[in-house]
């Protein structure tokens, strides 16, 4: 396999056809929101949620891919750190921006802020003061705040360094993510125990925030690969993306496949064996009517349908394999999603009714990042041109081979379980 592989003009994708798409899906989803709201403003609010949620985890999971790649150091990952980059920037403003229809229609989403005398309730003093109206707002801004200079501070010294070639705006990117990370941790199990575990105050789960996480990164590492292939196929990326990005990319989503059905397992698993009804009624709610099929298809449709279909190595850098995955992806987190939030509006079970309202508000939300990341891709290269490791990604550099993965860049062809054909990712 040739580290200089590249698509030929003729097996390039055309995307020219597909520019107009962010405006349609902007205008559609906005007619769309517009009347969910006039017809239900409640309903709205928990739809716009769903969307909110969905698509806040593609940017903090876009961030955390950025910081492990300067905590580890890594050198493969570099041609599509600034994907990334642009996909994490987008918190701020636009997802803060998106925020503000549930900050104004917090007091009729969250049952907490309706309850008169907050002493009287056993599960919202326990949690006093966050679970204060005051604090929800305020912990809120906290967190945009930061996520707006971790994303700001590493996509500038990023950009930065395609100008200087210095090598100083690497140890500052490191820098920042070394405290960047732990602010991470904190904000993201801030943001989602408030906006969306919130919806049932009296629930307790130490694992909530490691929950969402897990299902972040893997619906992430799926967007990234789709973009990642598209951007190599149209010829933007195809001069420094190796194959075996493809395959990196394909084990992460593997790996985060495991690690979420085992954090889901866990959190159920831990809540039944303990059987306290404080817990344990968060569970009984979605184990009625319709719920409980949608359980059973996040179960079967988020573990075992990629785990099996990931499980080959020669697959991970198919294009017509890995895109329907990828789709299944999207949809998998919407229903676990709606698995979170939906139930609280509707115990009875999933909305069907509503499922039109929940696509518009992704429609709408969804089409403005699309154009956004768009606009933010043909204003800067579309990946770090003067990385000090990016020589090292495309294969012109190879380090002393790992005994663990077998070798670094092109040395794992050698490998005879490797399965890595040549020019399989452009298939």
């Known amino acids: 396999m040739s580290a200089h592989s590249h698509s ?3 097996d390039r994708l055309d995307l020219a056809k597909w520019r107009g798409v962010p405006n349609v899906l902007i205008g559609v989803g906005a007619v769309g929101a517009l009347i969910g709201c006039a017809i239900d403003l409640k309903q709205f609010g928990y739809s716009w949620l769903l969307a909110f949620m969905f698509f806040l985890s593609l940017c903090l999971g876009s961030l955390f891919l950025v ?3 300067h905590l580890f150091d890594a050198g493969w990952s570099v041609p599509i750190r600034r994907t990334c980059e642009h996909l994490s920037s987008s918190v701020f403003p636009w997802m803060a921006v998106f925020f503000i229809p549930i900050a104004l229609l917090a007091p009729r989403l969250y049952h907490w802020m309706q309850i008169e005398n907050p002493q009287a309730d056993h599960a919202l003093h326990a949690k006093w003061p966050l679970f204060t109206p005051a604090m929800f707002y305020v912990a809120s801004a906290f967190c945009f705040l930061v996520w707006w200079w971790l994303t700001n501070r590493l996509r500038h010294w990023s950009i930065e360094q395609d100008g200087s070639g210095s090598a100083d705006c690497t140890f500052r990117m490191r820098k920042y993510s070394y405290v960047g990370i732990f602010l991470f941790a904190i904000t993201l ?16 789960s130490t694992m909530y925030g490691v929950y969402y996480f897990a299902s972040s990164v893997w619906m992430t590492l799926a967007t990234v690969y ?3 292939m598209v951007l190599k196929r149209t010829g933007i990326l195809c001069h420094v993306l190796h194959e075996h990005q493809f395959y990196f990319l394909g084990t992460l989503l593997f790996a985060f496949t495991v690690f979420y059905a085992y954090i889901h397992f866990a959190q159920y698993f831990i809540i039944w064996n303990a059987n ?5 009624y968060w569970y009984v709610v979605r184990e009625k009517g319709t719920w409980r099929t949608l359980g059973l298809i996040i179960i079967f449709g ?9 499980l080959r190595i020669d697959l991970k850098l198919t294009f017509w394999w890995m895109a329907p995955i990828c789709v299944w992806a999207w949809m998998m987190h919407y229903a676990d999603i709606a698995f979170n939030i939906m139930p609280v509006p509707h115990p009875e079970g999933f909305p069907v009714r509503w499922v039109w309202l929940d696509l518009a508000c992704m429609a709408l939300i969804g089409g403005v990042l699309a154009k956004v990341f768009l606009q933010k891709l043909a204003s800067h290269s579309a990946y770090p041109v003067k990385d000090p490791r990016l020589i090292e990604a495309v294969g012109e550099y190879h380090p002393v081979a790992c005994p663990i993965s077998g070798g670094e860049m092109d040395e794992t062809d050698d490998l005879a379980d490797a399965g890595l054909g040549s020019n399989e990712g452009a298939k």
């Open 8 to 10: 030929t003009p003729g």
């Open 67 to 69: 910081l492990a790649h």
């Open 189 to 204: 199990t801030l943001g989602v125990v408030l906006w969306m575990k919130g919806l049932t105050h009296q629930w307790f």
């Open 226 to 228: 789709f973009i990642t």
């Open 276 to 280: 306290l009804p404080e817990e344990t």
């Open 302 to 310: 988020h573990f075992f349908v990629p785990f099996l279909a990931l």
